[in-house]
């Protein structure tokens, strides 16, 4: 892969639902339990790290956001259904515009990953009716840990199935959500089906044995998935309307222990119902990530595990589809040129480095992001939700910190270094006591999988 042909790939534009993108660098959803403890509001704080983030005609897609009190199963994550959080949205959603980018909000309902203790939190007794977390497809546990709402580790609970006459009070907290998301200046939605949350439990068979119209054959098991898309796309319109899901193999990771019988089959048969409606995009996760890897960012060995559903489910979909889970800039890259994605979703190295589009075209070094300040969902309020947030330097402010002239900072960060010139950067700054150290991109993985459609 030539620098001059990955970087014109990079900066192609192309046309997303309504949106019209300059290039094909994507901010995954990434959940950072910032929001408000009682009202899972926005900050100013928020506002500025999605404004760090946006370029012109670049899209982010907001943290997971939960869609109504029943969803609400973490701490500190945002949601989208009381007007005080739409409100709060607006602030996030003008810094983005602001830059010309362009966000959407992923529409989150977690399902049996939520302990039933979350019944305690203020905006589910606030309601009329209470629809407490805890709830699935069936009565099947996760049989992994869980986190109670007072912030204990306990076993996982058994969680309640959901009845069949629910299901359209359930569908209908999804236009909702669809609708505050819009009012709160958002460009689209995204349905989170993906990384074993609600969605997910209707599509698997290890978990969904419910023997009603949801349950049982693929057809059945992706009707929910289909029913919430088709009432966000009577809502918004379909080029206003997105999907994640998260295609996985028995052998491989298991989001939240989700398990089934034929993970090809229902996935595959799942992704070309979507493509049939013409969305914006979807997002599908590569399960390359696992959490026995939350060592060094350096040596994490899913940077070099091979990208498989692209090659799986690509031709199955007609329309944008985004790639994300365990990229680096150059196997990014790579993935791009030999039409796997038509965009690349970047996660941890997006939070480590809010300019990663221009880092990426010029191959800049870049920081290294710390894992310990990803979530801090147990800090008291407000005092320390700046570190790993809104405190990683761009590329230009590093130089500055290493002790390059202005004349040097514009030169250096105005072009395509030379890998030569990326690590001398990097070996002079480490004796600057840098925050953040720095990595040259290409002492990260660049390999995705043999193969290309072009």
Not at 430 to 451: C, E, M
Request: neutral net charge; charged residues 25%; proline residues 6%.
């Amino acid at each position: 892969m030539s620098s001059s042909s990955a970087s014109t790939m990079l900066t192609t534009p192309i046309k997303v639902g309504r949106m019209e993108l300059l290039h094909r660098i994507v901010l995954a959803p990434l959940t950072r339990s910032r929001s408000k403890l009682n009202t899972l509001t926005q900050t100013p704080i928020h506002a500025e790290y999605y404004r760090q983030r946006a370029s012109k005609g670049g899209l982010l897609i907001s943290e997971a956001t939960f869609i109504s009190p029943e969803t609400v199963g973490f701490q500190r994550s945002p949601g989208i259904f009381t007007a005080e959080q739409v409100e709060s949205w607006k602030q996030v959603t003008q810094a983005v515009h602001e830059k010309g980018g362009y966000i959407y909000c992923q529409l989150w309902h977690i399902g049996r990953v939520a302990h039933p203790s979350f019944a305690a939190h203020a905006l589910v007794k606030a309601q009329a009716v209470p629809t407490p977390p805890g709830v699935s497809a069936s009565d099947v546990p996760t049989g992994l840990p869980a986190v109670t709402y007072d912030g204990q580790t306990v076993d996982g609970a058994v969680p309640r199935a959901l009845e069949t006459k629910e299901i359209p009070r359930l569908i209908d907290d999804y236009r909702h959500a669809a609708r505050c998301a819009i009012e709160a200046g958002f460009d689209g939605v995204e349905l989170h089906g993906a990384h074993g949350y609600l969605i997910d439990q209707f599509l698997n068979d290890g978990v969904n044995k419910r023997t009603d119209q949801y349950g049982g054959s693929l057809e059945n098991r992706a009707r929910l998935l289909l029913e919430v898309i088709d009432a966000l796309i009577a809502e918004l319109g379909a080029d206003r309307v997105a999907c994640r899901l998260s295609p996985h193999n028995n052998d491989t990771y298991s989001y939240n222990g989700v398990k089934d019988s034929n993970p090809d089959a229902i996935y595959g048969y799942a992704i070309k119902e979507l493509s049939k409606r013409k969305l914006a995009y979807l997002l599908l996760t590569e399960p390359r990530w696992d959490p026995k890897f939350k060592g060094d960012a350096v040596t994490d060995p899913g940077h070099q595990l091979p990208s498989v559903n692209a090659d799986k489910f690509r031709s199955l979909y007609e329309g944008v589809l985004i790639g994300a889970g365990g990229y680096t800039p150059l196997s990014g890259l790579q993935a791009l040129e030999l039409g796997k994605y038509d965009l690349i979703g970047f996660g941890r190295w997006f939070i480590s480095n809010p300019d990663i589009v221009t880092r990426i075209q010029y191959r800049q070094p870049l920081n290294i992001y710390r894992r310990e300040t990803f979530y801090i969902w147990k800090s008291p309020e407000p005092e320390g939700i700046d570190e790993g947030y809104t405190d990683y330097p761009t590329f230009d402010q590093v130089l500055r910190q290493i002790g390059y002239s202005e004349e040097e900072v514009k030169d250096l960060s105005s072009r395509v270094l030379s890998d030569e010139e990326a690590e001398q950067i990097v070996a002079r700054s480490h004796d600057k006591g840098l925050k953040y150290p720095l990595i040259t991109q290409v002492r990260l993985g660049n390999s995705t999988s043999a193969g290309s459609r072009l």
